[in-house]
Structure formats: structure tokens, C-alpha cells
């Protein structure tokens, strides 16, 4: 609030008496009510230091820890006050935490009821306790005024509001704007966090994770509840940097109603914008918004405002009586607001909803479902059935040579079975992401063109080996190194280009879990095909030993295969099952169990 004319003369002309130098030692007792240093120059529009507190409920007699944190500063005064009637005296009383960096001072009628700093020493952090007096209003708030250097300072920076358990709500907003932010829009702090127990009742919810606490930094929150003409937005997530929905006539962005809760340097921005494409938000200059509030604590913004249904002067405000896929994402700020590209792919409904018909409690997904359907087909394709499809065909021919299976050897028909499945299942999987997409990804990086590759030598493998030549035919050693050089080429590029892929914000994968759990797929097979022809290497040596005599060598082979066989099995077994093993876990990350 602006200090009245007359207050403001009152006060220059008290600063007239004190000395230029200021208040080095901290002794600012002259300043208790208007906690304005006589530097002899104006305050800074907008704070960059930040008040914390570890509670915000108390009870008389409670403490609670009260934190000042920020760039370097010099100078710093803090009080509590009456939340309704910031001009009232200080409330309550400190205990000093560093008696180096702070001490402790009487303003009006109450002993220690501010915090000042001792020395100019620069500081960045001061901690103090705050007792709650037996006389304590329902809510109390905590002001700081901050000095940098002599003539860069900020004021009455608000801080954090405090309530006593079932304190009814004011009838009017607590105001957050001081002498330090004249020149901001009014906005209320929100006393209390906000929870979710009238959701699916009186409030449309959505949540993530599903039946999570907006109170929590983990949850990402967003509330519509119906008010006669208007509907009262609620959104809450992590503060580092910015949270944002849009409501869209489709799964993609672009041309879509948003609003952002923007942390300006500890300082809250809430306001509408029109996305266009692919492109940064365009801020509206006119904000259609009511009822702004925001709240800063314990690692959680939140922030609620008040939009009428219809907004019939503007044209990029969608009604809020339609259906809408709503959009819901959180990311970076930069100094002075201007927000990044988020990280993390947006939560996005997985239907179209209206947020003032019957009330839902629902969640969302921040990997669309064909996008989850391409990687889990892809995880069968090459995770499971390539590899066990390689290993059987390289190893397992003596063991099944005389096995059969629809008239032919098992080995071979369990491999083909095996490769069919890769095509079929890596065609399927190869349209999802164009249907998805409507066309061609940019945004991928090599992912796509890796996989187009990986697609091509599929169905090219396929096609030789409909042209396979008969075992005794001349040309059947070059097929042989062709199938060989074409399938191996094409393992290595699905892995790297799996290893690409899971990284894409679109699959939204626990990282770096996913990582790992690929590199240990990876290690598995290459162990498990190193043991393979380790055992058959020592094989074919102890055949080799027997006796040099041509008969009794190939007669001593075959015998040492037919030992080996039982072994080969178990280690099937056990490689079908770690396969297994690899792609549950897979699939569960991809569908998030």
C-alpha cells in the first residue's frame, strides 16, 4: 500500500534527525511503524528476498522458525502483524538463533518484538524464532524490510500468513502489496494450503499422482469449482519456477486457452495467455482474472483466481460451459519471467471434459497411449522375441536338430515364429507415432530416423529370407553372411535407438531408472551369449582331445554335444526368464504400475 501523502512528509522529516549514515548497528527502533530506512532515497519496486516460515497454523505459545533468505544483503528488519491490519503494532516476541548476525528490539509496548541485524556484514540467510502471544490475532503475517547497499533497499516485503487452527477466513483478502511493490497489482496470500477434500463432490479435479495432497511439492493440482456465474480456479504444484493449464479442442498444443502462475522471484505472477502452435505463451495485456491469491511455502506454489464463464469480449478465452481436453504442466522461470520450454511432457486428460458439469476427481497422463503402445510393442519385439529368436538359431541347432515341428527342425521353426513376431509387432509399433503426430517428428532428435532405419532392415531381412537358397546351394554361404550382418546390424541400431528414445519426454520414463535397466538388458544378453559360446568352445577342445584319429574325433564331437545339451537348456531357461523379468519391468515403467 502507498503511505499517504502526509505520512510520507512525517516521515522524511523525521529522517532529516537521524544521521546519513543510517543504522549500521541495526538500532532502527525510530522506523518500528513504518519499517522505512532514512536513506534518502526510494524503495526497490520488487523484492528478490523470500520469508519462510515451518509452520503455518499456531496455537498461543507455539514458535515458529522464521527464515530471510536471498541475494547478499546488508541491513534487514522483521516483524509479525495482524494480517488484517498490517498498520497495527508488531505482535509477539523473537528469540535470536545467531546473536553475531541479529538482535533482538523493543517496538511500542512489546519487548523484542522485532529482528534487526548487528553490523553491515554481508549476509545472505538469517534464522529467528517467532513466539505466538496468548493475545494473538487469528492471523498474523511477517514483514521484512531489506537493505542491499544505502539506497537499494525493499520494504515491508510480505511474507508468509499465519492462522490459528479454525480461524474463520477474513471477509477481506489479505493483501500482500507494501511500500515495496507500489507499483504491483494487489493480490491476497493465501492463508491456508489448499486440499482436496470437495473433489469429485463440489470441485472438478484433476491430480497427479492420482489421490495426491496439493499440499504436497509432488502433486501437480488443479481444481474448477462452479460459483453461481463464475468458476474458482485452484492450481498448486513444485515453486521453482512456473505452473500452467490449457484447456484445447484437441490432444495438441496450439491455439489453446492458458494461465500461468508465474514465481517471479519469490514474488507470484498470474496471468492469461494464447498459445499459438508450438511457440512461447503470448501474455494478454488485459487480464480477465478475479480474485487473485497465491501462496509460497514449503517448496509448494499455489495460486487460485476467479474467471467468469463467459467472456464475450474476448475471443481467445474459451466458455467454460464446453468440453476441452485440459493441459496441465509446470516448468522453469527466468530472472524477470520469462518461462522455458517445460521439461516434462504436460499432463493431459485422457478425454475431453467440462469443467462445470458433474463434479470428477481424475487424472491424467503425461505419455499419450499410442505413444505407450510404440514403446511397450517395441519392448516385446526386441527385448524379448528378437533375442531369444537369435540365441535359439545360433546355439540350439544340435540340441534340436532332430526335434521336429510341423515338419521342420524345432529349431528353426521356433526361430521363424520368433522373427515374425518382430515384424509383425515393429510395423504396428512403427505407424503409432505417425498417427499420434499426424506427420513427421522434429522434436525427437535421431529417435525417428534411427527407427526408420531399424524399420527398413527389418522388412528387408524378411524379404531375403522369403529367398533363402537350399542348405547345399552355392550362393547359401553369402545369404548365410548377409542374414547374419543384416540382423545384428539391425539388434544394434534398435537398442540405440530404444536407448534414444526413452529419454523423449512423450514416453515419460523414470530417468535415469530407465537408463540403467536398459544397460543391464544389454550386459544380460551379451553375459549370457559370451557363456554360450564359452560352453561350446570347451565343447568342441574336449572333442578335439579325445584322440587324433578323424572317426574318433567326429564320433567324440557329437558325444560332447549331446552333453552340453541339458546345460544349453537350463541356460535358456533362465535367459527366457531374465527376459521376462526385464520386460515387466519395462512395461511397468511405460504404464507407470
Known amino acids: ?38 536513506h534518502g532515497s526510494s524503495p526497490q519496486p520488487s523484492p528478490v528476498h523470500i520469508i519462510a516460515v515451518n509452520w503455518t497454523e499456531f496455537k498461543p505459545g507455539d514458535t515458529i522458525e522464521v527464515h530471510l533468505s536471498g541475494p547478499d544483503f546488508e541491513g534487514f528488519f522483521i516483524q509479525a502483524r495482524d494480517a488484517e491490519n498490517l498498520d497495527s503494532p508488531a505482535v509477539g ?67 508468509p500468513v499465519v492462522s490459528q487452527p479454525n480461524a474463520p477466513f477474513p471477509t477481506t483478502p489479505l493483501y500482500v502489496t507494501s511500500e515495496a511493490i507500489s507499483t504491483s497489482h494487489s493480490a491476497s496470500y493465501l492463508t491456508k494450503p489448499f486440499n482436496a477434500s470437495g473433489c469429485g463432490i463440489t470441485k472438478f479435479c484433476i491430480r497427479n499422482p492420482s489421490n495426491c495432497d496439493p499440499g504436497s511439492a509432488s502433486c501437480l493440482f488443479l481444481s474448477f469449482q462452479l460459483q453461481k456465474s463464475s468458476v474458482l480456479i485452484e492450481m498448486s504444484g513444485a515453486s521453482e519456477g512456473y505452473l500452467a493449464f490449457a484447456l484445447s479442442y484437441d490432444q495438441w498444443m496450439g491455439d489453446d486457452d492458458a494461465y500461468l502462475c508465474i514465481n517471479e522471484n519469490h514474488h507470484v505472477t498470474v496471468s492469461t495467455a494464447y498459445l499459438k502452435g508450438r511457440r512461447p505463451p503470448v501474455l494478454d495485456s488485459e487480464n480477465a482474472l478475479e480474485d487473485v491469491s497465491w501462496r509460497l511455502a514449503d517448496g509448494v506454489l499455489q495460486c487460485s483466481f476467479r474467471r467468469s464463464i463467459h467472456l464475450a469480449a474476448s475471443k481467445e478465452r474459451f466458455n467454460l460451459d464446453a468440453s476441452y481436453y485440459i493441459f496441465l504442466a509446470d516448468g522453469e522461470a527466468g530472472e524477470g ?24 476427481d481424475i487424472g491424467g497422463s503425461r505419455s499419450p497411449r499410442l505413444i505407450k503402445a510404440h514403446g511397450a510393442l517395441m519392448f516385446v519385439a526386441w527385448i524379448t522375441a528378437v533375442s531369444i529368436g537369435v540365441i535359439v538359431a545360433r546355439f540350439f541347432k544340435p540340441v534340436w536338430s532332430h526335434s521336429f515341428l510341423f515338419g521342420k527342425e524345432m529349431w528353426f521353426q521356433v526361430h521363424r515364429m520368433l522373427m515374425l513376431t518382430t515384424v509383425t509387432l515393429t510395423s504396428i509399433s512403427f505407424v503409432l507415432p505417425f498417427i499420434y503426430r499426424g506427420g513427421w517428428s522434429k522434436q525427437a532428435g535421431f529417435h525417428p530416423y534411427l527407427g526408420c532405419t531399424v524399420m527398413a532392415l527389418t522388412i528387408f531381412q524378411l524379404l531375403m529370407a522369403g529367398f533363402r537358397p537350399s542348405l547345399h546351394a552355392p550362393r547359401r554361404q553369402l545369404f548365410n553372411w548377409f542374414h547374419w550382418s543384416t540382423g545384428t546390424t539391425a539388434r544394434i541400431l534398435a537398442v540405440v535407438t530404444m536407448f534414444l528414445g526413452m529419454d523423449l519426454p512423450a514416453l515419460d520414463l523414470p530417468d535415469p531408472w530407465d537408463t540403467y535397466t536398459m544397460i543391464g538388458f544389454v550386459a544380460w544378453h551379451v553375459g549370457i551369449d559370451v557363456l554360450l559360446e564359452i560352453h561350446s568352445y570347451c565343447l568342441i577342445r574336449k572333442a578335439e582331445l579325445i584322440e587324433d584319429d578323424r572317426v574318433q574325433i567326429l564320433q567324440s564331437l557329437t558325444s560332447a554335444e549331446a552333453e552340453g545339451h541339458l546345460f544349453k537348456q537350463i541356460v535358456l531357461t533362465i535367459y527366457v526368464c531374465g527376459n521376462i523379468v526385464f520386460l515387466i519391468a519395462f512395461l511397468a515403467a511405460v504404464y507407470q504400475i
Open 93 to 159: 516476541s523473537f528469540i535470536l538463533a545467531d546473536r553475531k548476525h541479529s538482535q533482538l528490539l523493543t517496538c511500542g509496548r512489546t519487548k523484542n518484538s522485532a529482528v534487526s541485524h548487528t553490523s553491515k556484514a554481508k549476509k545472505s540467510d538469517v534464522k529467528v524464532y517467532w513466539i505466538a502471544p496468548g493475545n494473538a490475532p487469528k492471523h498474523v503475517q511477517f514483514l521484512a524490510t531489506v537493505v542491499k547497499k544505502y539506497k537499494t533497499y525493499w520494504v515491508k516485503i510480505p511474507g
Open 337 to 360: 519471467g520469462p518461462i522455458y520450454k517445460h521439461r516434462r511432457q504436460p499432463l493431459i486428460t485422457n478425454g475431453m471434459y467440462n469443467v462445470t458439469g458433474i463434479p470428477q
Open 1 to 38: 500500500m502507498e503511505l499517504p501523502s502526509l505520512a510520507s512528509g512525517f516521515w522524511m522529516l523525521i529522517c532529516f534527525y537521524v544521521s546519513v549514515n543510517g543504522y549500521p548497528n541495526g538500532r532502527v527502533r525510530e522506523a518500528c511503524m513504518s519499517m522505512i530506512p532514512c
